[in-house]
């Protein structure tokens, strides 16, 4: 590809008059194909610049309702492999990597909310041509899809919401938290703060669990601090939840180290249309690690939902 961007600058800078037509056609079809390669990728790795920010999604396309999927933090749009799998054939599943996420992450993430990242969301949807979504939302996705419903009720056909609170986080697991993160930011993720991640969202004895482990250790400091600062700072909105009027799903594992069942029991509870769903044996990432109990409670609660 080096080569092929060399020559054909040489071709767009130098083009002496002593070469013959066949050389240039060569080199003319060897710039063509840069571009088409650079078209290619640009299409299969899409990004959005919306409010702000370019970020990156995957889009399954088609004509069927849409349901946009907000990951955890340290996660990105891939952990709904699973759920985008086995409901693409009927709806319009929509993945994205938040801010300083993925491949959204710049290494400098700036200050934001949970209301910046509902924004963002929302701004996709626009993007996408999409007024209303089914929010699916992990964890901090969860925390980002119930504010997209407070604040852009017209957008939010409807909620799942797994593990996941209204709450902010457990004074106690926060004092934990911040010990592990700092020592992240001083000396990199060591293997065994890598492992208590992974005890922490995925559970003891995941098969996937390695490949997370080793985007972990790739994360920037400036995104790392960025998206910790917003976790441990959003506020309170248990109490707004009874404005939230559109269907929701809550799903919550039983084993979940870092949001207890009975904070998302109280979500539940406070939601005027919701339904529950535990999933047993599963922890903090009950989608990505027990994807068939997951799936077929949100296909029950997708095809009932109203037109």
């Avoid at 934001?112 to 509902?118: K, L, M, V």
């Amino acid at each position: 590809m080096v080569l092929a961007l060399a020559l054909a600058l040489a071709l767009a800078q130098w083009p002496p008059r002593h070469l013959s037509p066949r050389w240039l056609r060569d080199m003319s079809a060897l710039r063509t194909m840069e571009t088409s390669t650079k078209q290619y990728q640009e299409r299969s790795m899409p990004f959005a610049k919306v409010n702000g920010q370019r970020i990156h999604y995957e889009d399954t396309g088609g004509g069927g309702p849409a349901i946009l999927f907000s990951h955890g933090l340290l996660m990105d749009g891939s952990m709904f492999a699973a759920q985008v799998q086995a409901l693409r054939d009927r709806y319009r599943c929509i993945t994205w990597d938040e801010r300083g996420h993925g491949q959204t992450a710049t290494g400098t993430c700036a200050p934001f909310t949970y209301y910046d990242s509902a924004d963002d969301a929302v701004a996709l949807l626009r993007h996408l041509g999409i007024a209303r979504a089914v929010f699916a939302g992990m964890s901090q996705g969860g925390y980002l899809s119930l504010r997209a419903a407070l604040r852009h009720p017209e957008a939010v056909r409807a909620l799942v919401l797994m593990d996941t609170q209204a709450m902010p986080e457990d004074p106690a697991q926060m004092k934990d938290h911040q010990f592990l993160v700092q020592q992240w930011l001083q000396d990199g993720l060591s293997d065994e703060a890598a492992h208590v991640i992974e005890h922490i969202i995925l559970g003891p004895g995941w098969a996937g669990a390695p490949a997370w482990r080793a985007r972990w250790k790739k994360v920037h400091p400036g995104d790392l601090l960025a998206c910790f600062t917003t976790l441990g700072s959003r506020d309170d909105i248990s109490v707004e939840l009874g404005r939230i009027a559109v269907p929701a799903l809550v799903i919550h594992g039983d084993a979940d180290r870092a949001i207890g069942l009975e904070r998302a029991q109280a979500m539940a509870a406070a939601l005027p249309q919701a339904r529950m769903v535990v999933v047993p044996n599963a922890g903090h990432a009950a989608n990505l690690t027990h994807p068939d109990p997951v799936n077929a409670a949100l296909e029950a609660f997708l095809a009932q939902l109203p037109a």
